[in-house]
């Protein structure tokens, strides 16, 4: 541990904290707490929506993924980023004219039944829940390669400073970590694969020449089929990916920080160019790692490769920008944490507790009270379930939620938004299905069953996709359709046409905005 790398850490977490104090000031009410009041502007919220996305999984997995696997591990950045286009041409104006504070608020502006709200909510803790695995475990894993520590002392403190910035800041705090952090990864990023790139004479066939010579694969390093060898399983991994972001409820939450639609399809038109450029890097990032470092080497760190760009960064720039970039990935992860728990918080506290068994019949302290308390119980219960999932990919984990967020939002969000005939029993149809099949399917497939033991058991895996978007994102689009007929239609005819008026023009948001 050398001061280099202490002082990176304490100005790093330094600088967040004092955002916090700052934001903490001006959160006294439950709009505050939850959207920043609504007072975010287009580019911020891009930013802020950015750092978001460019997670543990996408700084740390998806590096680590390219530098194993090659070509497979860039199918996570590609689809990342076409992701980007489904919430922009589809859900961004739409959510944030039916919306208020969480995604169950979208739904229920349709559905106002205390089951559909809690379906939604359910789906909700769930994919946060694995995301913040997926951070904290990358977390676990950079702490103690700098400092030296046990993985589950790392986590615990990690787990500590999240649950702070959000209890005391809310999401105005939580939006400039992550504006702070964006800015600082995309700085990294792109330092980290200039040096690259100079190592290879500035010369990017250079550098495919090297990297086709660099591993036991050879050329077939640059294609597809080292690590998903199955066609179905790359198809069914990019379903997720590209149709997760649409029903993510940490991206979708913040559509609701802006004053107006029009802002928010400006905040994805940011994140978009902001995530096509991060995403482009980490081909230099990935590729670097496996002709620098060795993938013997980055496996010997961490079995996932998770720790390919820490590993890069010291190479290229010894101690200094080991520390920087570790420092910098510390953020990325205590911004996007903090966001998490925000979210999951909010769907105990405002969907759970206030609307379902308070009838939202609470006061802005109650409100503000029963967020705090939602987040000290979400940390926790990730906190526990991070210290058992060590020798899992990030990127896997983050996919996972992805599958989630395909299957048993984006169906609900689409049908709620476009179709006239969808019903409540629909709605609950298609949100329990989508979640039940990916859990069920995610215990059986390869990332938790192996024979090697890079997996959470040892034995063979029953079920053969690494993710099982392709089977359960058809399930519950099917579910609501099947629901929704079978059911009595509902008479909600003007409320359809009221949803559909305020969802595409925007008039009538008076009574929902903040």
């Known amino acids: 541990m050398s001061i280099v790398t202490i002082s990176f850490f304490l100005g790093i977490v330094g600088l967040t904290l004092f955002v916090t104090y700052l934001a903490a000031k001006k959160t006294s009410s439950a709009s505050d707490f939850y959207t920043a009041g609504g007072g975010l502007k287009g580019w911020q919220n891009g930013l802020a929506i950015s750092g978001d996305y460019l997670s543990a999984a996408a700084f740390l997995g998806v590096s680590g993924a390219i530098a194993l696997s090659g070509f497979d591990g860039f199918f996570f950045s590609v689809g990342y980023v076409v992701a980007n286009l489904v919430v ?7 959510l944030r004219n039916l919306g208020r504070y969480t995604l169950a608020d ?9 089951r559909v709200r809690a379906a939604a909510a359910l789906s909700t803790i769930t994919i946060v829940i694995l995301y913040m695995i997926a951070q904290l475990v990358g977390a676990g894993a950079l702490i103690q390669l700098l400092f030296g520590i046990d993985y589950w002392i790392a986590v615990l403190i990690v787990g500590i400073m999240m649950t702070i910035y959000v209890l005391f800041g809310g999401m105005g705090a939580t ?36 990297v086709s010579q660099a591993t036991e694969h050879g050329d077939n390093f640059l294609n597809s089929g080292v690590k998903y060898t199955n066609g179905f399983d790359s198809i069914s991994m ?14 979708l939450m913040r559509f609701f920080t802006v004053k107006d639609a029009r802002t928010a ?29 060795g993938v013997k080497d980055i496996m010997a760190a961490n079995a996932a490769g998770n720790l390919a760009a820490p590993l890069l960064a010291e190479y290229l720039g010894g101690n200094v920008l080991l520390s920087f970039i570790c420092a910098v990935a510390f953020a990325t992860i205590l911004a996007v944490v903090s966001g998490l728990v925000l979210t999951g918080a909010s769907a105990i506290s405002h969907d759970l507790y206030g609307e379902i068994l308070k009838k ?3 006061t802005e302290k109650q409100q503000m009270l029963a967020a705090r308390v939602g987040s000290i119980v979400l940390a926790a219960c990730s906190i526990l379930l991070a210290l058992g999932a060590q020798s899992l990919n990030v990127s896997f984990l983050v ?30 149809a298609a949100t329990i299905t989508g979640l039940v099949s990916c859990l069920v399917l995610g215990a059986l497939s390869p990332n938790v069953w192996n024979l090697e033991g890079t997996a959470i058991f040892v034995g063979e895996a029953l079920f053969p996709l690494t993710n099982p978007a392709i089977i359960t994102v058809p399930l519950g689009f099917l579910a609501g359709y099947i629901g929704s007929m079978l059911s009595k239609k509902e008479e909600n005819d003007d409320v ?11 008039m009538g948001v008076s009574d929902i905005s903040h």
């Not at 990023?189 to 100079?198: A, C, D, K, P, Y």
């Not at 990019?238 to 991206?251: N, R």
């Open 399 to 428: 996919s996972f939620a992805f599958c989630i967020a395909a299957s048993a939002n984006l169906p609900v969000i689409l049908y709620t938004i476009y179709w006239k005939r969808f019903t409540s029993t629909g709605a609950i």
């Open 265 to 293: 399809r400006t905040s994805i038109s940011w994140t978009t160019w902001i995530t096509s450029i991060f995403f482009t890097l980490t081909i230099f990032l990935g590729f670097g790692a496996a002709a620098f470092v």
């Open 496 to 506: 359809f046409d009221e949803i559909t008026v305020k969802a595409n023009t925007g």
């Open 88 to 94: 922009l041409y589809i859900i961004a104006e739409p």
């Open 360 to 362: 939202g019949q609470l």
């Open 238 to 251: 990019l379903i997720a990916l590209v149709l997760g972001t649409g029903g993510l409820p940490h991206i």
């Open 106 to 114: 979208m739904i229920t502006a349709r559905f106002n039944e205390k």
């Open 175 to 210: 939006s400039w970590v992550q504006i702070i952090k964006a800015c600082l990864l995309l700085f990294g990023t792109g330092l980290m694969s200039f040096l690259v790139l100079r190592h290879f004479d500035y010369s990017i066939i250079n550098m495919f020449d090297k």
